[in-house]
């Protein structure tokens, strides 16, 4: 499947979309990001969505990896692929399926504009937000702090409902805002709304506990016995 990303001749950045029924991020905040990840039963899909200069401060990303040497971003010089932006994203970022590195791979990265968010709720929208391009350079070329950027990773690790933690650079400054869905067994796509302080690590998933086959099993056995306790009152 990553292979198939990799010559994926969508692989650019885009300017795309208007503001959709307010689905789509809000660009207010200068410290956020977004997660949707989606466990499956061979593998994880995670999409991560933030302001770019949150790529830059808070996960460390060398901005000249989006901007030129005047600070302007050339639309153009995404057309050859984005999966080494994506996996520059990731590289000062320590993340953990269970307790071994997670090993995930960067499939697409794209940019928008801020100011024309694109819906971020499913796995379907962040596939789209990594995917979709095709409009024309704007006159006035932006520059970092006018866009958004879209993610999107894949890893196959032995334990898809293993527990996932992003341990990122210590940075100065405010909390970091955080909204996270999950989807796939046990879970729900509801939203999650966290606040890190610096040095904080996001941890995804169970945490501890009974693995929710356990879980499940253990309240079929339950009702199991509270109708054999009532058929023996009859």
């Given at each position: 499947m990553s292979g198939l990303w990799r010559k994926w001749p969508a692989?650019?950045?885009?300017?795309?979309?208007?503001?959709l029924g307010g689905a789509?991020?809000?660009?207010?905040?200068?410290?956020?990001?977004?997660?949707?990840?989606?466990?499956?039963?061979r593998g994880i899909e995670m999409f991560l969505a933030m302001p770019a200069r949150t790529a830059v401060t808070r996960?460390?990303?060398?901005?000249?990896?989006?901007?030129?040497?005047d600070g302007k971003v050339n639309f153009a010089d995404f057309s050859g692929g984005t999966w080494d932006i994506g996996d520059a994203l990731l590289a000062g970022v320590d993340v953990r399926i269970g307790h071994a590195?997670?090993?995930?791979?960067?499939?697409?990265?794209?940019?928008?504009?801020?100011?024309?968010?694109?819906?971020?709720?499913t796995p379907f929208d962040g596939l789209t937000a990594i995917s979709v391009c095709g409009v024309a350079q704007p006159e006035t070329p932006p520059a970092l702090d006018d866009l958004y950027l879209y993610a999107g990773f894949v890893a196959y690790p032995p334990d898809a409902d293993a527990?996932?933690?992003?341990d990122l650079p210590e940075a100065p400054g405010e909390r970091l805002s955080v909204t996270v869905r999950e989807y796939g067994p046990g879970h729900t796509g509801a939203p999650t709304r966290l606040h890190l302080d610096s040095g904080q690590?996001?941890?995804?998933?169970?945490?501890?506990?009974?693995?929710?086959?356990a879980i499940g099993l253990a309240a079929a056995v339950l009702s199991g016995l509270v109708a054999l306790r009532a058929l023996r009152r009859i």
């Open positions: 692989l650019c950045a885009a300017l795309v979309g208007a503001m789509g991020p809000s660009g207010a905040l200068a410290d956020q990001i977004e997660v949707i990840v989606d466990r499956g039963m996960f460390g990303l060398t901005p000249e990896l989006l901007t030129g040497p590195p997670a090993g995930f791979e960067a499939t697409s990265l794209m940019v928008h504009l801020k100011d024309q968010p694109l819906p971020f709720q527990p996932l933690r992003f690590p996001l941890i995804l998933g169970r945490q501890g506990g009974l693995p929710l086959w």
